[in-house]
T-cell receptor, first 114, second 115 residues
Framework: QQQVKQSPQSLIVQKGGISIINCAYENTAFDYFPWYQQFPGKGPALLIAIRPDVSEKKEGRFTISFNKSAKQFSLHIMDSQPGDSATYFCAASYRYNQGGKLIFGQGTELSVKP | GAVVSQHPSWVICKSGTSVKIECRSLDFQATTMFWYRQFPKQSLMLMATSNEGSKATYEQGVEKDKFLINHASLTLSTLTVTSAHPEDSSFYIC???????????FGAGTRLSVL
């Protein structure tokens, strides 16, 4: 129930294309769903996050779609650029029961080809 | 955004020695800090949660006597790897949670190599 399952493990997209990464969770007590971007040898950086009371959130080229009934959420990167090549992690947390502890997905290695 | 500074970024040590890693929140007070371990091409594995002024809470399977965590102030948490061995070689990352905030801000990580 604590798991967050992420797919695909790796993704290759042409420059200008759309990158889509999916995550699924079991625990309905989760109330915060962030996405992190990590470059090699660096710590993760928050990209965008959503709460379960909204179905979509957009920030620039990045959009989170959230389906509460299916317990799934996804990250869409529009107009993907070579600079977006990194590893992306979805995560989930329930602040008040677990003090904000994040449960991470397995990660997706994105490569955007020029 | 908030900044979390982690030091050192890379450390090499001999087997049997202890290594201390510092995690500082530079422009906000962090009531809670987290320590993660990450192996190459794998996800982040939570090691422990530390709250200022209290003992850290360790995840199952993490040796608390091996990985000593101290959170002495609202801006500083330290992780000490005691009697390090080659199998402790990994990428260690800290994060900090602001008061009344959901966002975890991560440090840049520390690569530990034990010879």
């Amino acid at each position: 129930q604590q798991q967050v399952k992420q797919s695909p493990q790796s993704l290759i997209v042409q420059k200008g294309g759309i990158s889509i990464i999916n995550c699924a969770y079991e625990n309905t007590a989760f109330d915060y769903f962030p996405w992190y971007q990590q470059f090699p040898g660096k710590g993760p950086a928050l990209l965008i996050a959503i709460r379960p009371d909204v179905s979509e959130k957009k920030e620039g080229r990045f959009t989170i779609s959230f389906n509460k009934s299916a317990k799934q959420f996804s990250l869409h990167i529009m107009d993907s650029q070579p600079g977006d090549s990194a590893t992306y992690f979805c995560a989930a947390s329930y602040r008040y029961n677990q003090g904000g502890k994040l449960i991470f997905g397995q990660g997706t290695e994105l490569s955007v080809k020029p | 955004g908030a900044v979390v500074s982690q030091h050192p970024s890379w450390v090499i040590c001999k087997s049997g020695t202890s290594v201390k890693i510092e995690c500082r929140s530079l422009d906000f007070q962090a009531t809670t800090m987290f320590w993660y371990r990450q192996f190459p091409k794998q996800s982040l594995m939570l090691m422990a949660t530390s709250n200022e002024g209290s003992k850290a809470t360790y995840e199952q399977g993490v040796e608390k006597d091996k990985f000593l965590i101290n959170h002495a102030s609202l801006t500083l948490s330290t992780l000490t790897v005691t009697s390090a061995h080659p199998e402790d070689s990994s990428f260690y990352i800290c994060s900090a949670l602001g008061t009344g905030d959901d966002i975890q801000y991560f440090g840049a990580g520390t690569r530990l190599s034990v010879l």
